[in-house]
């Protein structure tokens, strides 16, 4: 019997060891399990150059829709740097210093040694990176810095000469409104954003080539660097109409935030608020609601339509590859020139609501 004891004693021993083991591997096993599915939620830094854009408000609002729909995927957080290099400086190795998996960064200075020195301190921490709208020939030099960098950008000859058709239509529809002096040339002010930034090259020369090949003359009056902002583009319409006071027939600008100054501008001075005969044609870029509304008006003649939600899940689907370690255009139709990712927008026009119904 004590033998049997023994036995029993030595296999409910053996038993409990077992199951203690057992247990331990399980439990170990579900906190590694927990960890990874904490991991899955990608933590991303979103600096744009500035938060005060109206468009890229509309981005950011999109990112926001996205991040809701998938809550177990994806974290966004904003800063904003104010267009200040200094202070996105500062705030990406804020970002290096936290637990981020993924880096957005449209920077305020795009030339070669700023851009190349934001890869690198990114590349410390062996996370990925988007840089949007980066010249395509610092593209080509620094692309090979780093493998788990994506460079974005829109097809901005598109915008550009759907710009044009804008104009060209209005012009082969209200030539006698127009050309007010009647020497069948447009004569133009064009508002531009950023010099550094490739958009604004490809709108600039593309709404021009656009309307000079559809068999338009046209006389360009004074090209100047609103920035992307309303306010420098309303002073800057303010003062050139003490100047050139008459002789304005169309304002072409590189998106719609400064279209918007020009036209309070305009107000001020009695032009587009109804009488045709003190009316300037007046074309941006985004789709902005505010500029729709404008354009129902009669105020503003079109807007070439950059869709906010296209740009957002772009931004996300790449973002997104890159985590897995895949392509930036894996499964997706997104196509690569010159090294960089197309945002792939359909640059709708939007000249009003009879016009677009």
Sequence with gaps: MKKLSKGVSLSMITLIIFTLTSTANINTGMCINLSSNNRNIVNTAVIFFTMDDPYTLRVVESLKNIEKDNKNNIKFTFFDPK???????????SVLRSNYDLVILYLSNKKENVVADFINRVKTKNIPLILMNIPSNVVSKVSKLYNKV??????????????????????????????????????????????????????????????????????????????????????SIDNLLLKLYGN????ISNNDAMAIGAIESLQNYGYNKGDKSKYIVIVGIDG???????????????????DPKVEAEFLYTVGMNLINNLESTE???YKIVDGEVIIPFPYDTYTGKVNNS
């Design 150 to 235: 994506a460079f974005v950008t829109p097809d901005s000859k598109i915008a550009g000469i759907a710009q044009g058709k804008i104009i060209v239509d209005s012009w082969n529809n209200n030539k006698n409104i127009i050309d007010r002096n009647g020497d069948n040339i447009l004569q133009y002010v064009l508002l531009k954003g950023p010099s550094d930034d490739p958009q604004v090259a490809d709108r600039t020369q593309y709404v021009i080539s656009t309307i000079n090949e559809a068999g338009i003359k046209t006389q360009e009056l004074a090209m100047v660097n609103a920035n992307w902002l309303k306010d420098l583009a309303k002073n």
């Design 83 to 93: 267009n200040n290099i200094a202070v996105q400086n500062e705030m990406l190795d």
């Design 248 to 251: 304005i027939e169309a304002i």
């Design 331 to 333: 499964n997706t139709d």
């Design 288 to 306: 902005l609601p505010e500029a729709k509304d404008l354009i129902d008006k009669g105020y503003m003649t079109g807007s070439v339509v950059q």
